[in-house]
Structures are given as C-alpha cells and as structure tokens.
C-alpha cells in the first residue's frame, strides 16, 4: 500500500475534520498529491491537489475558502483541512499520488496510485 487515508469521520454542519495521506514510499517528497471525494450515487470528483513542492495549491470551486491542503514532506504526509462542513461534502475521500508534477491536477487519470479511501459524513 503506497497511500494510506485516515481522518475521516461523523461531524456536524459547520464543523472540522482533517484526513491524512501517509505515503510508505521513501521518495513522497517528489510526488504531487490530489484529493478527490465521492459520494453515493456519484462520480468522483476533484477536491484539492498540492505539487511535490509544497508551493502550488489547487481546489474545486465547491472547497474554495473553506478547505486547505498542506504537506510534511518529514512525515511522508500530505493533509487536508476542511472547515465549515456542508451536508453535501458528505462522501468518501480519496488521496492520490504521481512522480512530480502534471499539467492538470483535476483529472483522475493524472494520478498513478491511490490510497483507499477514508468515509466523511456530515450530519445537517
């Protein structure tokens, strides 16, 4: 397992969580890292995406202000914070990884290997 997601859990409307991506690769530091989400009956979709730098971040207009992503290239992680929780981000979050960089972090298919998926539900 390259990725491992963990954070997810039940929080109110207007609430916290912050999932983690822990990579067992030795070279995470040279990886860019997506988040993508799927919820029931739904494709997945794009949330946010930080290069291998750690300097270029990217969101879905949906998380815009409200989410944030971050890396500790020591820890092998890469975080997502997400403020002010809405019913609607309710699904499973999924991290993602490739060697470098890509020309657009929102495509799914941009990304090599995938964590398996940590469940966020927000209850209205």
């Known amino acids: 397992v390259q990725l491992q997601a963990s954070g997810g859990g039940l929080v109110q409307a207007g609430g916290s969580l912050r999932l983690s991506c822990a990579a067992s690769?030795?070279?995470?530091?040279?990886?860019?890292v997506g988040w993508f989400r799927q919820a029931p009956g739904k494709e997945r979709e794009f949330v946010a995406a930080i290069n291998w730098l750690g300097d270029m971040t990217y969101f879905a207009d949906s998380v815009k202000g409200r989410f944030s992503i971050s890396r500790d290239n020591a820890k092998n992680s890469v975080y997502l914070q997400m403020n002010s929780l809405k019913p609607e981000d309710t699904a499973i979050y999924y991290c993602?990884?490739?060697?470098?960089?890509?020309?657009?972090?929102?495509?799914?298919?941009?990304?090599?290997?995938w964590g398996q998926g940590t469940q966020v539900t927000v209850s209205s």
């Open positions: 993602a990884g490739r060697f470098f960089n890509t020309p657009n972090y929102y495509y799914e298919t941009s990304y090599d290997y």
């Open positions: 690769r030795p070279d995470f530091y040279r990886h860019a």
